[in-house]
């Protein structure tokens, strides 16, 4: 290893070769140990279609964070990785490339041989995103990764649904379901992403069924609909229909009589009060139509298009066919007006087709009886949301919940284990394929062809990846899971699922806190997309600046629960906060190693020191501390104080940035500035002081930094000296060592409020210099006024603010008294601070300047009189600029008194 790091910050020489040290050496292996606590985090398993992108990033990073922390706190900490099949999504991409390839469709392959191709895409291109998530340091176990289509996860799958049979939970009916009819698959609710947009509302005019029967006009939306008619719904409370209750209608051009219901779906106030009930392709029509017990007519085929019952219309797409339906009835004279309106419009969240409600025979979940533990567990507080804000979105969505359609007319997935005997018809539910039917005998079994929503399995995913159904040691120690860190966006599809199944399964919800946070977004704030083109790839962002201020960048721009947007600005932030970072330990490590790469003497905390810088200690006794010293070692014990609390409520972005600014500010900016002369001086006892105390602080905001940006802390690190100790497992490794520990010892109240007073004194010195155009080399003095308390601090802290502000000389006083008039002040804490003005300036520039000024601003006072003494503008110009002009000069005249001012005062000086 080389003595010292390398001149230049650049984390393409060490990020893969310290991921793949820490793999090989087992650290992020979590094992079960009964005498450490359990930390748990199962990680949202990525498609295996899917490729790392900034959500991906944002989702991984703040989990790593929070695995890393929680490792170094002393926990057996499982990360537990994994994928997920991704039944559409996977589907389509291998039926695409079987047609790209072979020119052929799935059903042309069969069913065994398409899932044969199916697993050979699985292996190739299954196992990227995890590879990716290498990239970006994700710390999770490995050797327990995942995939939800595994063997024990399928075992998981088959024994929940046969649980949920057997208890009456899940049925097989016909009823209205969400399809898609680009994917050929039905969809859960929480599957359809409802979006407003643009469109029409056609008024159809309905003519009586008998003669001096009142026409109905109804409105409509979706006029290819009107196929399915078997209904015109008032509300009994709308007297406008009173008397048409019970009669009919024709349906126009169909020639089909249907009749008028009363029922409360109808909203008065909305159309014409009047609604057109089609129970086959309408959720809420579906349900007036089941409470009249009416007709459901489909009209509309499962590829969108229009069936026989749309008569002429029929092997038209929908679309297609409402613009020629629309056209007809018009000419026909049924239509009656048309409306623009903003409509609620329900798109697949995969492809985005509008989706189409339509009647079939699927799987269900019964979801009443399961959503109440789920709700249960968010009230009782075993379940926590943060922020606690979307704990009434999922309360909302559980006590609204309908039932759950789990069937998925696809081959890629779990298949229903559900068996249908051809001699008898009895249905059988196995978690065991059955040879023969048990209530005939019969062989003639046929399984069903459908696999189950991909969201069921992955409901499982906390404990079916820790050994369920089967009583593991890892169930039993790691179950119930920490955390959930999870989008908003998937709060339902998965976060809902998961704490009812958990409940169901194990008695008790999966996880402690749901962490949500919200969507990475372009710098525009919109959501990144294909579509937009402007999405940003993390592994391009990685090889360009490191995966490190990748990682800072995502962490510190977050408040949970809410959106961030990335600019490339920040990341560059990030890093050069890095690159800050590594040119002070350089200059550490360079100024604690002799010519041969030895390390230096430093000071012992204790007589039983090993000779190198204590991870942690409470005892300074032993060694000479100066001011500053103390005022390091305080600042550091606050810092591990805010940074472990805030962790602890999941304020990542807070700690992220309080440990910034200890580097940065603190210790870069103020602690190696003070001492960095210590290291060359003559007094070796002090010397070996400087050292320990420079090593300590750099260790311990390591250790802070290391869940943040894990590879620059474990490089840094191992050019350090410490002790086997240090780190568990005595390996050394800095993703081993013990998180840092608060503590009285190592609070220096005193020598914290000098140095604090000093550093302010500086900063205010160093603008006045500033303001003036002083330059930083030149030798100044400076008069302090304070009083009490304030004066001592402030005294006590003089050789600091006489070094570092570059003043020759300090007078301390009570009151102004004696203080130039025209010294440059500034106030701070309990204490004004006075430059002479003479020692700012060079007054023959000075006068120059405020000579040049003098004439310009007399210029413009002339300008102004001699405008505001000419009648014709004064009688001619608007009133408001005749005003703007006064106020001009009067402006001009009150610079031109003090600039005159401030020229007599330099005149003087100079003895002019």
């Not at 080399?777 to 603010?801: C, F, M, N, P, W």
């Amino acid at each position: 290893m080389e003595k010292n790091l390398a001149k230049t910050y650049d984390p393409k020489d060490f990020e893969d070769r310290i991921y793949k040290m820490w793999e090989e050496n087992g650290s992020f292996r979590a094992e079960v140990d009964p005498d450490r606590k359990p930390f748990t985090i199962v990680m949202p398993p990525p498609n295996i279609t899917g490729q790392l992108h900034m959500g991906h990033a944002l989702d991984q990073t703040l989990q790593d964070v929070l695995i890393r922390w929680k490792r170094m706190q002393g926990y057996s900490a499982l990360w537990l990785p994994g994928s997920d099949h991704a039944s559409i999504a996977t589907e389509v991409k291998v039926v695409n490339k079987i047609r790209e390839e072979e020119g052929l469709e799935k059903e042309d392959l069969g069913r065994e041989e398409f899932l044969r191709r199916a697993w050979a895409w699985k292996e190739e291109y299954g196992g990227r995103i995890t590879r990716q998530c290498r990239k970006l340091g994700d710390s999770c176990d490995w050797s327990r990764e995942r995939f939800t289509m595994d063997e024990g996860c399928s075992k998981a799958v088959r024994t929940f649904f046969v649980r949920l049979y057997k208890k009456g939970l899940i049925y097989r009916g016909n009823r209205l379901i969400n399809w898609c009819p680009s994917c050929g698959t039905s969809l859960s609710d929480a599957e359809v992403e409802h979006e407003d947009k643009n469109g029409l509302y056609w008024y159809f005019r309905y003519p009586a069924a008998e003669k001096g029967g009142r026409d109905m006009v109804v409105a409509t939306s979706r006029p290819e609909t009107m196929f399915g008619d078997v209904a015109i719904a008032v509300s009994p409370e709308d007297e406008r229909y009173a008397d048409m209750i019970g009669q009919k209608v024709i349906l126009p051009l169909v020639g089909r009589e249907i009749p008028i219901i009363a029922d409360p779906y109808p909203d008065p106030e909305k159309g014409t009060g009047a609604v057109k009930i089609t129970p086959a392709h309408d959720p809420n029509d579906f349900e007036v139509g089941q409470r009249h017990d009416l007709e459901i007519i489909s009209c509309i085929n499962p590829d969108a298009t229009m069936n026989e019952n749309a008569g002429k219309y029929a092997g038209m797409d929908r679309y297609e066919c409402r613009k020629q339906w629309v056209a007809d009835l018009e000419e026909a004279g049924y239509l009656v007006k048309t409306d623009n309106m903003v409509i609620p419009v329900g798109e697949c969240y995969r492809c985005h087709t509008v989706i189409e409600p339509m009647l079939s025979d699927q799987w269900f979940v019964k979801m009443e009886e399961l959503a109440k533990p789920a709700i249960e567990a968010a009230e009782s507080g075993k379940l926590k949301h943060v922020p606690e804000r979307f704990q009434k979105t999922y309360l909302r969505w559980l006590r609204e919940i309908r039932d759950w359609c789990i069937s998925r007319q696809l081959w890629w997935g779990h298949r229903i284990p559900a068996w249908y005997c051809d001699d008898c018809g009895e249905i059988i539910v196995s978690e065991t394929d059955p040879d023969v039917c048990p209530k005939c005998g019969g062989r003639h079994l046929r399984q069903d062809e459908d696999v189950l929503d991909t969201w069921f399995s992955s409901a499982l995913w906390p404990f079916s990846t820790l050994g369920w159904p089967e009583k593991t040691p890892e169930l039993d120690y790691f179950y119930p899971t920490n955390v959930l860190v999870t989008g908003y966006d998937i709060i339902f599809f998965w976060i809902v699922r998961m704490v009812f199944s958990g409940c169901e399964a194990m008695g008790e919800p999966p996880f402690e806190y749901v962490y949500v946070h919200g969507l990475v977004r372009d710098a525009q704030g919109r959501k990144m997309s294909k579509s937009l083109g402007n999405g940003i790839d993390p592994l391009e962002e990685i090889d360009k600046y490191g995966a490190d201020a990748l990682r800072f960048m995502l962490i510190t721009g977050i408040t949970p629960g809410n959106d961030m947007r990335y600019q490339d600005e920040r990341i560059i932030a990030a890093r050069n906060f890095a690159n800050k970072l590594w040119n002070a330990a350089r200059f550490l490590i360079m100024n604690i190693q002799d010519e041969d790469g030895e390390m230096l003497p430093m000071a012992k905390c204790c007589s039983e020191c090993c000779g190198m810088a204590c991870a942690d200690t409470d005892n300074f006794s032993c060694i000479a501390l100066r001011d500053e010293d103390k005022w390091m070692i305080s600042r550091i014990n606050d810092a591990v104080r805010y940074v472990t609390d805030t962790m602890e409520k999941f304020d990542l972005a807070l700690a992220g940035q309080r440990v910034y600014d200890l580097i940065w500010n603190e210790y870069c900016d103020w602690y190696i500035e003070i001492i960095k002369k210590r290291f060359w001086s003559d007094d070796e006892e002090d010397k070996k002081t400087a050292r320990f105390v420079a090593i300590y602080a750099m260790k311990n905001m390591l250790k802070l930094l290391h869940p943040f940006m894990p590879f620059i802390t474990e490089e840094i690190w191992s050019y350090l000296p410490h002790s086997e100790e240090e780190s568990r497992g005595g390996n050394g490794y800095l993703i081993s060592a013990a998180w840092p520990t608060a503590g009285e010892g190592k609070h220096f109240a005193a020598e914290e409020a000098i140095l604090n007073t000093a550093m302010e004194a500086i900063t205010a010195i160093r603008n006045i210099r500033g303001e003036a155009g002083a330059p930083p080399s030149r030798k100044l003095t400076a008069v302090i006024v304070a009083q009490g308390e304030d004066l001592s601090r402030i005294r006590e802290g003089e050789r600091y603010i006489r070094e570092l502000a570059n003043l020759t000389e300090i007078a301390f006083a009570e009151t102004k008294d004696g203080v130039p008039e025209d010294a440059m002040s500034a106030v701070i804490a309990g204490a004004q601070i006075f430059i002479p003005l003479e020692e700012l300036v060079d007054l023959d520039a000075e006068l120059e300047r405020l000579t040049k000024e003098k004439q310009r601003l007399t210029k413009e006072v002339e300008r102004a009189e001699k405008k505001l003494s000419n009648p014709g503008f004064v009688a001619k110009a608007p009133e408001k600029v005749v005003e703007e002009e006064k106020t001009k000069k009067a402006r001009y005249e009150e610079m031109l008194e003090k600039v005159s001012q401030q020229l007599a005062n330099v005149e003087k000086k100079a003895g002019k």
